[in-house]
């Protein structure tokens, strides 16, 4: 069964290095810049304070993640106002507020020690069209706390950062992937959220099946009266229920999310665009470039090569 968190999971990758900074007692700042689509941040020890661009400050305490959705540039610090003493650009590349240059933030390990703030930050390469359809209409910055986690994750980052042994960045990235899905787990399921609508139609008894048809086998020629049949309604009562829910009738639905999936496979695979068409329900490549170009303003072949570009360009930076 497909659903959205898991594909979330499967479109986005960690970007750069996982990094750590122990700050001592006093003031510090971290001005986080560059190309940055998804960005997660955690305080395993101390406090701070995380500010997106035009944002008013958000606090954190030991254990809170704060998730920043979008490039705008974010600062991290002790104190609300603190001007940034680190500024850390592309690559993790880090330089000092008058431009001298700092060795990268790298995995270390975060003691904890009396009167020091450590912070754990990551960031994400966002690759997926349904992945984009999750993350719009978030806040720029959302913050869980520590309590409304459902499982100590924050905790077991802190603890294999503290044990330098064979395998341990294979195991923070997972960790770091966890983290970050649990989180926006936590956030999304909130009402008035910012989710798109089809997220939280997922647990409606009714709609929620016919998503789960649609999204696991969306070849198939499904109609209202099938799926209707299949969520144990009748086909008005159905209809109804759906677009009052997601906001738009199940085949405008099911259409949006055909070329959301065509959109990711011309971007992630080398597969032929009549072979990915009637992988996602289409009939042909015909019928899929007509459908690409009305959504997305250009073809199929337009939109693989501008997914590579964009591929190149990001290697570059890294």
């Given amino acids: 069964m497909t659903d959205a968190l898991s594909t979330l999971l499967d479109d986005v990758r960690p970007r750069g290095a996982l990094f750590e900074r122990s700050a001592p007692a006093g003031e510090w700042s971290l001005r986080f810049g560059g190309s940055r689509p998804l960005a997660l941040a955690a305080m395993l020890h101390g406090e701070g304070w995380i500010t997106a661009e035009g944002q008013a400050p958000i606090a954190l305490g030991?254990?809170?993640?704060?998730?920043v959705v979008g490039s705008a540039p974010y600062t991290i610090s002790s104190a609300p106002g603190v001007a940034p003493t680190v500024l850390v650009g592309e690559g993790n590349r880090c330089?000092?507020?008058?431009?001298?240059?700092?060795e990268e933030l790298t995995a270390g390990c975060a003691d904890g020690a009396p009167g020091s703030d450590v912070l754990l930050t990551g960031t994400y390469q966002v690759r997926g069209s349904v992945c984009d359809r999750i993350l719009q209409g978030l806040p720029p910055v959302l913050v869980v706390r520590a309590d409304e986690l459902p499982y100590p994750v924050v905790?077991?980052?802190?603890?294999?950062?503290?044990r330098p042994r064979p395998g341990r960045q294979a195991v923070l990235d997972r960790l770091l992937d966890l983290l970050l899905v649990t989180t926006l787990r936590e956030w999304l399921d909130r009402p008035g959220s910012g989710a798109p609508a089809w997220y939280h139609a997922q647990h409606d008894p009714v709609v929620g099946t016919a998503l789960r048809l649609m999204h696991d086998d969306p070849a198939h020629a499904w109609s209202v009266a099938e799926l209707a049949r299949r969520s144990a309604v009748s086909r008005s009562a159905f209809a109804r229920r759906?677009?009052?829910?997601?906001?738009?009738p199940p085949m405008s639905y099911l259409a949006c999310w055909r070329l959301w999936l065509a959109a990711d496979q011309l971007a992630q695979t080398d597969d032929t665009v009549d072979?990915?068409?009637?992988?996602?329900g289409c009939a042909n490549a015909y019928a899929l470039s007509v459908a690409f170009k009305r959504v997305y303003g250009i073809r199929p072949g337009e939109h693989r090569i501008a997914a590579g570009s964009r591929r190149d360009a990001e290697r570059a930076s890294a």
């Fill in 62 to 67: 030991t254990g809170d993640v704060a998730v």
């Fill in 95 to 102: 330089t000092t507020a008058d431009g001298r240059q700092l």
């Fill in 155 to 162: 905790g077991i980052v802190a603890a294999e950062l503290g």
């Fill in 242 to 248: 759906f677009t009052e829910l997601v906001g738009e």
């Fill in 275 to 280: 072979a990915i068409a009637r992988r996602v």
